[in-house]
Antibody, heavy 115, light 107 residues
Framework: EVQLQESGPGLVKPSQSLSLTCSVT????????WGWIRKFPGNKMEWMGY???????SYNPSLKSRISITRDTSKNQFFLQLNSVTTEDTATYYC?????????WGQGVMVTVSS | DIQMTQSPSLLSASVGDRVTINCKAS??????LNWYQQKLGEAPKLLIY???NLQTGIPSRFSGSGSGTDYTLTISSLQPEDFGTYFC?????????FGSGTKLEIK
C-alpha cells in the first residue's frame, strides 16, 4: 500500500524558508503525480502544487513566486520549499499522491511561523 | 479558482441514521468531485472519487451523487466509526479546491 510521511521543522522564523520532505513507500514517485496541500487554522485547505512522474511541476498561482517542489528518485522522496514565509503560512502541511484527484495523503506536519 | 461551498459545517446524528453532506461548486465541475474522511491526527482517507465511485475498501453505506455544480455524500446507515470530518475536493480545474469540511458527531 502507498504510504507517505512528511518530515521537517515544526517552527520557522518569518522571512526564512520552509523546507519539508515527503518520504514515499509502496509506490514509485516516477509514476503519477505528487503534491503538497496545506490546511490553515480555521480549516481552509489549499492545493499548493505538484511534481509529475517526469519531474515537471505545476504551482498554485497564489504561491508561484515562493514555491519549489523537487524530488530525489533514488530515495523515493519529494520536497517542498516555500520562501519568505510569514505568519500566514502557519498551517498543517500534507503531501499526497494525485491520481483521480488526491487518493493518498500523509498524516501531515504542523508548521508554525513565528519569531 | 472554483469555490466549493460545503454544508452543513456541523452534523450530529444517531447510529442508523441516513446522513447527507453537500458541496456546491461556483461553476460546473463535470463530476470531478471527491469525498474524504479525516479523523484527528490521521491522514485523510478517500471515500468516493469522481462523484460516485467507491474507493476500494470503503463500505457500501457510503455513496455519492451529483452533477454540474451540486454534489452529495450519503451515509445510508451511520455507524459509530463514521465520526470525523468530511470534506469535498474538486479536481476539474487547476488548482483543485476544497470544501470547508463537515464535522460529523455521533449522538
Amino acid at each position: 500500500e502507498v504510504q507517505l510521511q512528511e518530515s521537517g521543522p515544526g517552527l520557522v522564523k518569518p522571512s526564512q524558508s520552509l523546507s519539508l520532505t515527503c518520504s514515499v513507500t509502496g509506490y514509485s514517485i516516477t509514476s503519477n503525480y505528487w503534491g503538497w496541500i496545506r490546511k490553515f487554522p480555521g480549516n481552509k485547505m489549499e492545493w499548493m502544487g505538484y511534481i509529475s512522474y517526469s519531474g515537471s511541476t505545476s504551482y498554485n498561482p497564489s504561491l508561484k513566486s515562493r514555491i519549489s517542489i523537487t524530488r530525489d528518485t533514488s530515495k523515493n522522496q519529494f520536497f517542498l520549499q516555500l520562501n519568505s514565509v510569514t505568519t500566514e503560512d502557519t498551517a498543517t502541511y500534507y503531501c499526497a499522491r494525485y491520481y483521480m484527484g488526491i487518493n493518498y495523503w500523509g498524516q501531515g506536519v504542523m508548521v508554525t511561523v513565528s519569531s | 479558482d472554483i469555490q466549493m461551498t460545503q454544508s452543513p459545517s456541523l452534523l450530529s446524528a444517531s447510529v442508523g441514521d441516513r446522513v447527507t453532506i453537500n458541496c456546491k461548486a461556483s461553476q460546473n465541475i463535470n463530476k470531478y468531485l471527491n469525498w474524504y474522511q479525516q479523523k484527528l491526527g490521521e491522514a485523510p482517507k478517500l471515500l468516493i472519487y469522481n462523484t460516485n465511485n467507491l474507493q476500494t475498501g470503503i463500505p457500501s453505506r457510503f455513496s455519492g451523487s451529483g452533477s454540474g455544480t451540486d454534489y452529495t455524500l450519503t451515509i445510508s446507515s451511520l455507524q459509530p466509526e463514521d465520526f470525523g470530518t468530511y470534506f469535498c475536493f474538486q479536481h476539474n480545474s487547476w488548482p483543485g479546491t476544497f470544501g470547508s469540511g463537515t464535522k460529523l458527531e455521533i449522538k
